[in-house]
C-alpha cells in the first residue's frame, strides 16, 4: 500500500531555532499533501494543504510565515517550524492523498508523526 | 463535508466484538464515511470506509443505515492492540474535489483483558 515516510519522528530543538520536518512518499506520487498538528488529548488540526509546484493552502488562524511549506517534489514535502516557542511543541503529522480505494475514490495515507519539543 | 458526532470514550473486553456508533445526520448523497483510528502517539491508520452498502475488510465491518444518519464500526474480536481512538468522518467523494480529511474528536476505545 501506499507509505508516506515522516522524519524526525522526535525532535528537540532551543526557542526560537528552526525546525524541518520532512514527509516522502515512497511508493507513489502525491500530488497533494496535508499538514496537521494535535496537541495532547486533543484531535489532530488540519493546518495547510501543499500542491506540488504551487503555494501551500493554510487553515484560518495559521501563521504562514511561521510554519513553512515546500512541496517542490510529487515524492517530497516539508514543514519547517520557524523561531520555533515552547507553544509550537507539539505533535505534526503529514497526510498524502492517494488513488484508489477500490471505488476510484480517494484516500488519505498519514505519516507516522513528529514530536517536536521547543525548550 | 458534514459533522459527526461519537461517543467519548469506550471499553470493551478482549475477544468481545467492539461497536462503535457514528452519528452523521447531515450526510449528503454523494459523502462517504470514512474511519481512521489512531494508536497513541502514531500516525492515523485508514480502517474502512462506505457509501451505502455495508462493507467488510480484513479489519472491520461498516453498517450504514438506511437512511445514512448513522453508521457503526464493528471490531469482530477486539485484541489489547486495538486500543486506540477512533476516527469516523465524512467527506465528498469526488475525485476532483481534493478535499482535505477534518478530524472530529472521536472515540477512545480501551480493550480490556
Not at chain 1, 30 to 53: D, I
Request: with cysteine; glycine share 8%; proline share 4%.
Amino acid at each position: 500500500g501506499a507509505v508516506v515516510s515522516q522524519h524526525p519522528s522526535r525532535v528537540i530543538c532551543k526557542s526560537g531555532t528552526s525546525v524541518k520536518i520532512e514527509c516522502r512518499s515512497l511508493d507513489f506520487q502525491a500530488t497533494t499533501m496535508f499538514w496537521y498538528r494535535q496537541f495532547p488529548k486533543q484531535s489532530l488540526m488540519l493546518m495547510a494543504t501543499s500542491n506540488e509546484g504551487s503555494k501551500a493552502t493554510y487553515e484560518q488562524g495559521v501563521e504562514k510565515d511561521k510554519f513553512l511549506i515546500n512541496h517542490a517534489s510529487l515524492t517530497l514535502s516539508t514543514l519547517t517550524v520557524t523561531s520555533a516557542h515552547p507553544e509550537d511543541s507539539s505533535f505534526y503529522i503529514c497526510s498524502a492523498r492517494v488513488l484508489p480505494l477500490g471505488t476510484g475514490n480517494y484516500g488519505y495515507t498519514f505519516g507516522s508523526g513528529t514530536r517536536l519539543t521547543v525548550v | 463535508d458534514a459533522k459527526t458526532t461519537q461517543p467519548p470514550s469506550m471499553d470493551c473486553a478482549e475477544g468481545r466484538a467492539a461497536n462503535l456508533p457514528c452519528n452523521h445526520s447531515t450526510i449528503s448523497g454523494n459523502e462517504y464515511v470514512y474511519w481512521y483510528r489512531q494508536i497513541h502517539s502514531q500516525g492515523p491508520q485508514y480502517i474502512i470506509h462506505g457509501l451505502k452498502n455495508n462493507e467488510t475488510n480484513e479489519m472491520a465491518s461498516l453498517i450504514i443505515t438506511e437512511d445514512r444518519k448513522s453508521s457503526t464500526l464493528i471490531l469482530p474480536h477486539a485484541t489489547l492492540r486495538d486500543t486506540a481512538v477512533y476516527y469516523c468522518i465524512v467527506r465528498v467523494g469526488d475525485k476532483a474535489a481534493g478535499n482535505k480529511l477534518t478530524f472530529g474528536g472521536g472515540t477512545r476505545v480501551l480493550v480490556k483483558p
